[in-house]
């Protein structure tokens, strides 16, 4: 008997491998044209091994022992693990693989998981950064090199792009996303699934993308990382929704559900949000894969034990479990109890086994590991210069006066700050694969761009913070200052003496790295009180300082705005870094960004965003003036400090001749408005042409302003180009009370201009 078994699985084992490898028929589902292959892979799996492709655990011992000897290596053997994440190198990866395609029963190819998700080694601008950039060719090209490299590296599933709408910069992982607004995180989503997955998957250089985190994870209360969201259904739909569905319609192959909870049920169990809405409203038909840990942490959450939230996960439609080992230990139990049915655990399993079809895992397991590739195409020359480009790009001049900057290439610099000299915080947050030492620090930059006429000084100035416990929070995992051990006065008293010889000074402060980014909130928006005493000291000697900002977030620099004349934000720019610093400091190249989130007045301010309502009480006066009884503080005005969409450039541009092809729109056409853009500076520049409109009046209150269109136009100086934009009804439309996206006729306002605060604007009406 036991022979026979042996026979008929055998037989089947040699169907299956002759249907899955040398079959090459078109299926006759156009829907998954793998899904013979899968459902005749499903039909000779046990229950284990289907719940080993459910699984993915984390590389854990063996990416430090002997990988066969491991305990991970254990399971893959025994066909318990469908996937792993924290492990790099094609060598490595190809040993791995091995173990699953050689020795466990059935031969399953693993997906290698990694977050990527600002570059790989040669790593881009922190995804906050390069949102203000606002130009989507550059930001696809960015996830396109990320995927060349990765996949190079033996890489074929990349967390990302997070897309997580976030107004609130409490919040440290406002740094991986782009910002708050939907219109623009929707685009820069799409370009970012295109980057990543191309046109094709199953290439060697392309990697399979997750958005993440589903749903609203950047909308946690307090700004406190992990905690929980609540919103209406309407804010939902419209302001913090669009990006995830953009990505979904973009095709991106998985999903990652959030930590936090949707309506007092964690997005990880949530079967509306996972189901009735991804799968049934949006049509996804990929995978969704947990957060880490995020199965076991329902149980925290309080909706069960392991069993119960494993089997809730599940049914919900989470199909592949990020290290909990809920569905690898209790789902057989739950199947055996009538808890869950096969054909759950069945869908699961297909939809992994399709995205390793599609990733043409089984055609060749080793598709990513070929060694030759890792070594000629990871950060490679034209890489780190298309990195030096990218990160140019993304900064924001945030402060220029008596134009300050550029800077010249002749005299002396005095280049102090903690940050001046620091290779390892300079890829910030999230930078799984950079080769952190390897960064380029803001010194070696300015020494390499200024040229032989330049002399430049350099002292540190300031430790990170005064505070020892916090400074060894904000600079963990390997991104450390070294506390400098001589006293406060007397690292003060060189930065002094250094600015006293020189002609400029550029100061280098800011966060640390791990100041933002994951489990990094904070309350404090300042720079660290340390280094603003420095700041104080450096202005004190009447030389002109340009302040160099490191930062994750948006932060309340009011002292900083009144009293420094010149302030770029350079973010985290990645490990091109110094150069691309200096590149915009000596005018090389002209500063384009503008932010994608509204930097704040001080921390009671958030959260704080450019499209909020008008409220039943808005105030009347422009001035920020305080009125009583109206929506407004008494201690601060209600405009930020900096508004979304705000950035300078070394020129000036000016807005002229704002017009309508027609004042009247119906549902089938379209009006074009049109601007002229003038450059009446003294350099070339890009502007980031910025379009909004706002609704008068709607069924449920709209917001005052909705971005709805940008071009960001290069002007040489003089020269005066015209930007039009269309508008037809999809861009009038909004999820009303009922949550049915419509267009509502009447009358609309539409501004363009420089940033969000822009008052030229005409007027149309929608008469559908
Ligand atoms: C983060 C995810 C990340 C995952 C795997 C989690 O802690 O929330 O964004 O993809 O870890 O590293």
Redesign the pocket.
Known sequence: MKQFKFNVLFLSFFLFLFFACNVKEKSVNTKNPFKHKVDSLLSLMTIEEKLGQLNLPSSGDITTGSSKSSNVAKNIEEGKVGGL??IKSAEKIREVQRIAVEKSRLKIPLIFAM?VIHGYQTTFPIPLGLSSSWDLDLIEKTARVAAQEASADGISWT?SP?VDISRDPRWGRVS?GSGEDAFLGSRIAEAMVRGYQGDDLSKNNTLLACV??FALYGAPEAGRDYNTVDMSRVRMYNEYLPPYKAAVDAGVGTV?AA?NEIDGIPATGNKWLLTELLREKWGFNGFVVT??TGIEEMIYHGVGNMQEVSAQALKAGSEMD?VSGGFLNTLKKSLDENKISMSEIDNAVAKILTAKYQLGLFEDPYRYCDLDRAKNEVYTTENRNFARKASAESMVLLKNDNNVLPLKKSGTIALIGPLANNAVNMAGTWSVATVQKNSIPLLEGLQKVAGKNVKILHAKGSNVEYDLDLEKRITMFGKTIPRDQRTDAQLLNEAVKIANKSDVIVAALGESAERSG?SSSITNLQIPQVQKDLLTALLKTGKPVVLVLFTGRPLAIVEEDKNVPAILNAWFPGSEAGLAIADVLFGDVNPSGKLTATFPMNVGQVPIFYNHKNTGRPIGNKQGKFEKFKSNYLDVRNEPLYPFGYGLSYTNFTYNNLKLNSKDLSANSEIKVSVEVTNTGNFDGKEVVQMYIRDIVGSVTRPVKELKGFKKVFLAKGETKTVTFKISQEDLKFYNYDLEFVAEPGEFDVFIGTDSTTELKTTFTYLN
């Open positions: 994440f924290n977050d967390f997070m991986e993440k985190h990652m930590f957060d880490y990020m994951e």
